[in-house]
């Protein structure tokens, strides 16, 4: 995806979804595990292992390089 408004497009379309649903899903978690603190624990939880597979899914992919692009250079062009 060289398209900079469809990438936005890709995390902004879920986190605005998120955005939405979280003050009614927070006091209906609570409710169901019975505590704030359990849901606490369990929206702790969950970033982490959201994090986790994010870091796991950047590794291997070389650093300072654009995806799609040959040099990594805007353009395209490789040292002209």
Do not use: C, H, K
Request: charge should be positive; hydrophobic fraction near 50%.
């Amino acid at each position: 995806m060289s398209n900079l408004g469809a990438l936005q497009e890709t995390f902004a379309s879920p986190l605005t979804a998120v955005t939405a649903l979280a003050p009614a899903a927070g006091p209906l978690l609570a409710a169901w595990l019975a505590s704030y603190t359990a849901m606490g624990f369990d929206v702790a939880a969950a970033a982490g292992l959201a994090a986790l597979i994010a870091a796991a899914s950047l590794a291997g992919r070389p650093a300072g390089r654009t995806a799609g692009r040959p040099g990594g250079r805007p353009g395209g062009r490789s040292g002209e």
